[in-house]
């Protein structure tokens, strides 16, 4: 079960960091996605980490978001940093096995509920 949280208003410019807290033994064996969905759009995976610690990006937010995570904690954040207006969506986050590809959206089979992200600009 994944439990995202952090959401909220920020202005064009600014910063937020969405956390997401797993339970469950399998957190360490597990690639760690976070995707968003606008309104009238596609859900797209905007940020990956593998098991090993490596990391991808969508184009539209690289260089401005990253992605970590705390195995011990069994967290994975996103932090996202220049918020524009077109990152307003609901991020979710999710997991899914560590042996198929973390790029692949479709490999994630293991959501949380979403967190509502505004920018105003």
């Known amino acids: 079960q994944l439990q995202a949280s952090g959401g909220g208003l920020v202005q064009a410019g600014g910063s937020l960091r969405l956390s997401c807290v797993a339970s469950g033994r399998t957190f360490r064996y597990s690639n760690l996605g976070w995707f968003r969905q606008a309104p009238g759009k596609q859900r797209e995976l905007v940020a990956a980490i593998d098991v090993g610690g490596n990391t991808n990006y969508a184009s539209s937010v690289k260089g401005r978001f990253t992605i970590s995570r705390d195995n011990g904690k069994k967290t994975t954040y996103l932090q996202m940093n220049s918020l524009k207006s077109e990152d307003t969506a609901v991020y979710y986050c999710?997991?899914?096995?560590?042996?198929?590809?973390?790029?692949?959206?479709?490999?994630?089979?293991?959501w949380g509920q979403g967190t509502q992200v505004t920018v105003s600009s």
């Open positions: 999710a997991s899914g096995e560590y042996r198929r590809s973390y790029t692949d959206a479709e490999s994630y089979d293991n």
